[in-house]
Structures are given as C-alpha cells and as structure tokens.
C-alpha cells in the first residue's frame, strides 16, 4: 500500500513563504506525476500544482502561477511545493496526491485523476 506523508505546513505572516514536502512509500514514485490539492473551511478540494514523473511538465492553478513552485526528488521519493508571497486565501489544508498512470507526461487537474493521497498539512497565514 502507498502511503503520503507530508510536512511542512505551520502558521507564517502574509507575504511570507513556506516549503511543503510529501514523501512516498514503495518503489514507484518516479514513475507517477504527483500534484499538490487544498481544501479550506466549507470548501471543495482543488488543485494547485502538478508534476509530471521526470519532471519535465509542471501546471499551476491561476490563482499560485508565479508565487509556487512544484518540484520532485525521485531518488529521494519527495515532491515539494515551495509556497512565497503568501496571502490569507491560501489557508488551507494541503494534501499531496499521486497518479499512478506511469510515465504519463499529463499533469491533471481533478481530484478524481489522482489515486493515492496523503493525510494533509495544515497552512495558516495570518493577514
């Protein structure tokens, strides 16, 4: 069974930054694109960003483009969200998913693409 464990979320001012990291269990982690999705109070889970398995793709939500980067260690088993110019609307929990779909050079955006999900980590910006 594949397990996501991320870290990294905690309380931090606006205009500040933060990295997330997920880390993947089993041997196929280089294979899968992997996105970052958040969730805030009373809302649905969207998407934020997207890696494709060797790196080569990566897709942003309008809403981060030019304040996030996705990025992936595979031979570490890690994908890392670097979060700057934070703003109070990207409180959120945030959860790390994996598509399974190997070498696949697509990055998707819907909660139903992806197969494997982590726990979340919780991110805060105080205005």
């Known amino acids: 069974q594949v397990q996501l464990i991320e870290s990294g979320g905690e309380l931090v001012q606006a205009g500040g930054s933060l990295r997330l990291s997920c880390t993947a269990s089993?041997?196929?982690?280089?294979?899968?694109?992997m996105g970052w999705f958040r969730q805030a109070p009373g809302k649905e889970r969207e998407f934020v960003a997207g890696?494709?398995?060797?790196?080569?793709?990566?897709y942003y939500a309008d809403s981060v483009k030019g304040r996030f980067i996705i990025s992936r260690a595979n031979a570490y088993n890690t994908v890392y969200l670097q979060m700057n110019s934070l703003k109070p609307e990207d409180t959120a929990v945030y959860y790390c998913?994996?598509?399974?779909?190997?070498?696949?050079?697509?990055?998707?955006?819907?909660?139903?693409?992806?197969?494997?999900w982590g726990q979340g980590t919780q991110v805060t910006v105080s205005s």
């Open positions: 890696v494709s398995w060797n790196g080569g793709s990566t």
């Open positions: 089993g041997p196929f982690f280089s294979r899968w694109t």
């Open positions: 998913a994996a598509d399974n779909l190997e070498f696949n050079n697509a990055v998707y955006t819907q909660v139903d693409d992806y197969d494997y």
